[in-house]
């Protein structure tokens, strides 16, 4: 592919001619996974709030003194926290937000 050079101000040029930013494609995916991590947390909620949930007081399990649905939420929250942990720790990228800048790469922060 040969380089072209493209006039900013001009919008005569075709979108193959641009090349793609990696950081546009690191952010896409980090807004994947993002939605994917919401999306389970919403659905293991929902889940147990309308499974688990009982119509009579008077038949509910206890947990450590709390109904077990809400010591279920309660596991769920905790679970979803290390999860938000683990994917900003092994799939966010620190990245310049210059015109020209790039990926930093992963490794000790300092």
Same mark, same amino acid.
């Given at each position: 592919?040969?380089?072209?050079?493209?006039?900013?101000? #001009?919008?005569?040029?075709?979108? #193959?001619?641009i090349e793609?930013?990696?950081?546009?494609?690191?952010? %896409?995916?980090?807004?994947?996974? %993002?939605?994917?991590?919401?999306?389970?947390? %919403?659905?293991?909620?929902?889940?147990?709030?309308?499974?688990?949930? !009982?119509?009579?007081? #008077?038949?509910? %399990?206890?947990?450590? !003194?709390?109904?077990?649905?809400?010591?279920?939420?309660?596991?769920?929250?905790?679970?979803?926290?290390?999860a938000?942990?683990?994917?900003?720790?092994?799939?966010y990228?620190?990245?310049?937000?210059?015109?020209? !800048?790039?990926?930093?790469?992963?490794?000790?922060? #300092?």
């Amino acid at each position: 592919m040969e380089n072209k050079k493209i006039d900013p101000e #001009s919008r005569d040029y075709n979108f #193959s001619d641009i090349e793609p930013d990696e950081r546009f494609t690191q952010t %896409t995916k980090e807004f994947w996974i %993002t939605i994917g991590v919401f999306a389970v947390f %919403t659905v293991l909620m929902m889940v147990n709030l309308f499974v688990v949930n !009982g119509k009579d007081v #008077s038949n509910y %399990t206890y947990v450590l !003194g709390f109904p077990l649905w809400i010591f279920v939420e309660l596991c769920i929250l905790i679970g979803m926290v290390i999860a938000v942990v683990l994917v900003v720790s092994y799939v966010y990228c620190d990245m310049d937000i210059t015109p020209h !800048g790039k990926l930093k790469p992963r490794g000790k922060k #300092s």
